[in-house]
């Protein structure tokens, strides 16, 4: 698994409290110290990327060790941004007298399902499309593995609600006549010819409904982009963590399905917290009885894929020279 920390763009997921933030760390150290520029990045709306590296993380990259930066995005933030765009775009066009009433709309929204998910793929899409970024590895501490799921497969639901809304602006008689003739030029890598960066179907229509359009377009084109090198395999890798439990064996089992049936490359499991050969006592011998079970379930069912294990370790892993000593482990482990 050692090829997984050359590529640009590495996913660590799994269910809730297994230790994928440790693990999405452990990584980031690993790889800094293997002279990659790396950026580490928590989407969790949970925050622990902090407590692990025992840190102080913002919304911005913080410089933690020679070429390792790590940041916390803030959900709650990326919706304010979202909405103040938004509202400064609607504002040059509402009249004064409407203005307290958008205002109040844009409120609403703030608690309206799904928001927090749009602003954050917003940005999250924005960081693998940068090419310009200053780091060789990304590698992205997400959500539980529903959040992650959703967030990986919203691009297609916002593209075709994006596609709807174009579709059905028949106040635009310019616009529906646009819609109504136009294809994708021959040759040309996109599903639609409102994808093609070097088409502007807009050009000839009124102020109003060319930026509102190309507002949209350009929202659809970014969230294509980072589907794209999400599902390039060469580029990106999803890695899930997992303990030798019955539930995150379940869960784990139903997201790499999930994930390889859209297409997202899944290049393996760390199964951890298993517990040692030589742990003692009764109790302890029980468990590893029943955890044995639970091992041979994980490798017939995810036979497929690599299953490096991390023992259960005496201690919490917390602030950089535990790290430093996970990122050793890790690396014996074919990292």
Same mark, same amino acid.
């Given at each position: ?12 997921? !799994? ?21 990659? *520029?790396?950026?580490?990045? $928590? ?12 840190? @102080? ?16 995005i803030d ?46 793929? &917003? *940005? ?22 529903g959040h ?26 310019e616009l529906?006549?646009?819609? $109504? ?6 040759? *040309? ?9 070097? &088409? ?12 509102? =359009? ?22 990106? !890798? ?12 379940? @869960? ?7 994930? @390889? ?17 030589? =742990? ?12 044995? $079970? ?24 917390? !602030?950089?020279? =535990?790290? &430093? ?8 482990? !074919?990292?």
């Amino acid at each position: 698994m050692k090829e997984l920390l050359d590529k640009r763009l590495l996913w660590v997921g !799994g269910k809730g409290g297994v230790g994928k933030t440790t693990v999405a760390a452990a990584l980031a150290v690993l790889a800094a110290g293997r002279e990659r *520029r790396v950026l580490v990045v $928590s989407t969790d709306p949970a925050h622990s990327l902090g407590d692990v590296f025992d840190r @102080e993380l913002g919304d911005a990259p913080r410089r933690l060790l020679p070429n390792l930066d790590a940041m916390e995005i803030d959900p709650d933030a990326e919706v304010e941004a979202h909405l103040a765009r938004v509202t400064e775009q609607m504002r040059r066009y509402a009249a004064p007298e409407m203005m307290q009433e958008l205002e109040r709309q844009m409120r609403l929204t703030r608690q309206s399902p799904g928001t927090q998910e749009a602003a954050l793929l &917003e *940005r999250l899409s924005r960081i693998v499309t940068d090419d310009g970024a200053a780091y060789d590895l990304v590698i992205f501490d997400t959500a539980p593995t529903g959040h992650t799921l959703r967030l990986l497969t919203l691009p297609e639901a916002m593209a075709a609600w994006t596609d709807g809304l174009l579709a059905h602006n028949r106040k635009s008689e310019e616009l529906g006549k646009v819609l $109504s003739h136009l294809t994708p030029k021959q040759g *040309r890598d996109v599903a639609t010819p409102f994808d093609d960066p070097q &088409e502007d179907p807009f050009s000839d229509l009124d102020e109003r409904t060319r930026d509102v =359009a190309r507002t949209l377009i350009e929202r659809r084109r970014l969230f294509h982009r980072a589907r794209r090198r999400i599902e390039n395999a060469e580029e990106s !890798g999803f890695l899930f963590v997992m303990t030798p439990e019955r539930l995150p064996i379940l @869960e784990t089992v139903r997201a790499v399905q999930a994930l @390889e049936a859209v297409k997202v490359p899944v290049a393996g499991v760390v199964v951890n917290r298993v517990i040692p050969d030589d =742990a003692d006592g009764d109790f302890l011998r029980a468990r590893r009885m029943q955890e044995s $079970s639970y091992l041979a379930r994980i490798d017939e069912q995810l036979e497929h894929l690599p299953r490096p294990r991390l023992p259960l370790l005496p201690s919490d892993v917390h !602030g950089i020279p =535990a790290l &430093e000593e996970l990122a050793s482990r890790l690396e014996s482990l !074919g990292f």
